[in-house]
């Protein structure tokens, strides 16, 4: 087991990489749409390949980052209904979803969508519309995705089962680090206090 929460842990790290660097697309897409619609309106001029870049990016940022959801445990989940249930017991039945939903969901994407990609690669398959952009990139994005999440499945079906040997603590906490909003709003609380505080001191001299 302790080879196998090191491999748990390189695939984490790995996983975590690639979410960081999809982020980045979400920006990339919204200053490309910012952009088109600027020209559209004030040009009176558009492009194909501008408007289906946008859905490509959008494509890359689900699926590519749909394993690094899972690892921070923000993937949907059932808890009103497995909440009743005793820790061990939820994480047997996500025991069960992995194993018995994800990799079989995984396996059969990659099943169905790998000889397309072939097909649309060894054919160059391009967009039907004018001036749009080749196919087989956005469509090699589902297999990708899929092998990504079905990657992240197995670290988290490793840390479930060490979690179920106690070797390691509950695998299911979300491992989210601090939003913007809340950076901020802890920065005006800590100035409020600071303010606060400095009133006082005045006021007591």
Same mark, same amino acid.
């Not at 840390?159 to 939003?179: M, V």
């Given at each position: 087991?302790?080879?196998?929460? !090191?491999? /748990? %842990?390189?695939?984490?790290?790995?996983?975590?990489?690639?979410?960081?660097?999809?982020?980045?697309?979400?920006?990339?897409?919204?200053?490309?749409?910012?952009?088109?619609?600027?020209?559209?309106? +004030?040009?009176?001029?558009?492009?194909? @390949?501008?408007?289906?870049?946008?859905? $490509?990016?959008? +494509? +890359?940022?689900?699926?590519?980052?749909?394993? $690094?959801?899972?690892? %921070?445990?923000?993937?949907?989940?059932?808890?009103?209904? #497995?909440?009743? &249930? /005793?820790?061990?017991?939820?994480?047997?039945?996500?025991?069960?979803? #992995?194993?018995?939903?994800?990799?079989?969901? =995984?396996?059969?994407?990659?099943?169905? /969508?790998?000889?397309?990609?072939?097909?649309? $690669?060894?054919?160059?398959?391009?967009?039907?519309?004018?001036?749009?952009? *080749?196919?087989?990139? =956005?469509?090699?994005?589902?297999?990708?995705? &899929?092998?990504?999440?079905? *990657? !992240?499945?197995? /670290?988290?079906?490793?840390? %479930? &089962? @060490? $979690?179920?040997?106690?070797?390691?603590?509950?695998?299911?906490?979300?491992?989210?680090?601090?939003?913007?909003?809340?950076?901020? @709003?802890?920065?005006?609380?800590?100035?409020?206090?600071?303010? +606060?505080?400095?009133?006082? !001191?005045?006021?007591?001299?």
């Amino acid at each position: 087991m302790t080879a196998l929460l !090191q491999l /748990s %842990r390189w695939i984490d790290a790995f996983t975590e990489r690639i979410g960081r660097s999809v982020s980045w697309l979400v920006l990339i897409t919204v200053v490309i749409s910012a952009g088109n619609a600027i020209v559209r309106k +004030a040009f009176n001029n558009s492009s194909n @390949a501008l408007l289906e870049i946008q859905w $490509y990016l959008f +494509a +890359a940022t689900f699926l590519l980052a749909a394993g $690094y959801t899972m690892l %921070r445990q923000e993937h949907v989940k059932i808890d009103v209904v #497995i909440g009743r &249930f /005793s820790k061990r017991t939820q994480i047997k039945v996500d025991i069960f979803g #992995i194993v018995c939903f994800l990799f079989p969901m =995984v396996c059969a994407v990659l099943y169905l /969508s790998t000889p397309l990609v072939l097909q649309a $690669y060894a054919t160059s398959e391009m967009s039907s519309n004018a001036g749009g952009l *080749i196919r087989w990139p =956005v469509f090699a994005l589902l297999p990708v995705g &899929f092998a990504l999440l079905g *990657i !992240q499945g197995a /670290s988290e079906l490793i840390k %479930r &089962f @060490a $979690y179920l040997q106690g070797l390691i603590e509950d695998p299911t906490q979300k491992k989210q680090e601090k939003t913007a909003e809340e950076e901020l @709003a802890e920065a005006i609380l800590a100035a409020q206090t600071a303010n +606060a505080a400095n009133k006082r !001191q005045g006021a007591a001299r």
